[in-house]
């Protein structure tokens, strides 16, 4: 069975610049889960969602981040426009409904000049 | 959400048992504990999960006391690919809501 699939692995971008990460979670799975990490740091947690609803995002940057997570499946994350402080690795996560184990993409590492 | 403290790194040799201790001081009743590892480049990955006293894997064990708050997570015989950031999460098993700290940097040395 596939994992999370995420895209792209590496972008790089000039600040000011719009960028999009894309998450396909594993089949099945309700729940959806973006995460920044910096370097040295543990993931943080930007947004879930539980199907299409998002449930906490409370750590989301909404002056500049937004997410959407269309028909309950795939979500997108993006960044318009980016900041220097953006740069990190950006994980995808998902996990079925009311369990503790969640799985994570390989993420996509952001670098913005 | 209940916050976990844990040391920032440990060294440690081949073939020897870790054991890495999280504080967890005001875990609630429905709190759960949860381990993951992380190698670099990748995503964490769930290593074990416990409510209280022990819990057994293939990969490793998981102790709780009887007050719970705290956890310790037991490596045994540690290899040179045990080298990884582990994370203690805390939270409801329910409620899929867990935040990760800044982990423990295992580094097994040959």
């Known amino acids: 069975e596939a994992g999370v699939v995420q895209s792209p692995r590496y972008k790089i971008i000039e600040k000011k610049q719009p960028v999009a990460f894309w998450c396909n979670p594993i089949?099945?799975?309700?729940?959806l889960y973006w995460y920044r990490q910096n370097l040295g740091q543990g993931p943080e947690l930007l947004i879930r969602?539980?199907?299409?609803?998002?449930?906490?995002d409370s750590q989301l940057p909404k002056d500049r981040f937004s997410a959407e997570r269309l028909k309950g499946v795939d979500s997108t994350l993006k960044i318009q426009p980016a900041e220097l402080g953006d740069s990190a690795v950006y994980l995808c996560?998902?996990?079925?409904?009311?369990?503790?184990?969640?799985?994570f993409g390989p993420g996509t590492r952001l670098t913005v000049l | 959400l209940a916050k976990t403290t844990q040391p920032i790194s440990m060294d440690s040799y081949e073939g020897q048992e870790v054991n890495i201790t999280c504080s967890h001081n005001?875990?609630?009743?429905?709190?759960?504990i949860t381990w993951y590892q992380q190698f670099p480049s990748q995503g964490p990955r769930f290593i074990i999960q416990?409510?209280?006293t022990k819990v057994t894997n293939e990969v490793a064990s998981l102790f709780i006391p009887a007050d719970r708050k705290s956890s310790t997570l037991s490596l045994p015989r540690v290899s040179l690919s045990d080298t990884a950031v582990y994370y203690c999460?805390?939270?409801?098993?329910?409620?899929?809501?867990?935040?990760f700290g800044a982990g423990t940097r295992l580094t097994v040395k040959p």
């Open positions: 996560a998902s996990s079925a409904d009311r369990a503790g184990e969640q799985f």
């Open positions: 089949s099945g799975h309700n729940t």
């Open positions: 969602y539980e199907n299409e609803e998002a449930v906490d």
């Open positions: 005001n875990i609630a009743t429905n709190d759960y």
């Open positions: 416990g409510y209280k």
């Open positions: 999460l805390v939270g409801r098993y329910n409620n899929n809501d867990m935040r």
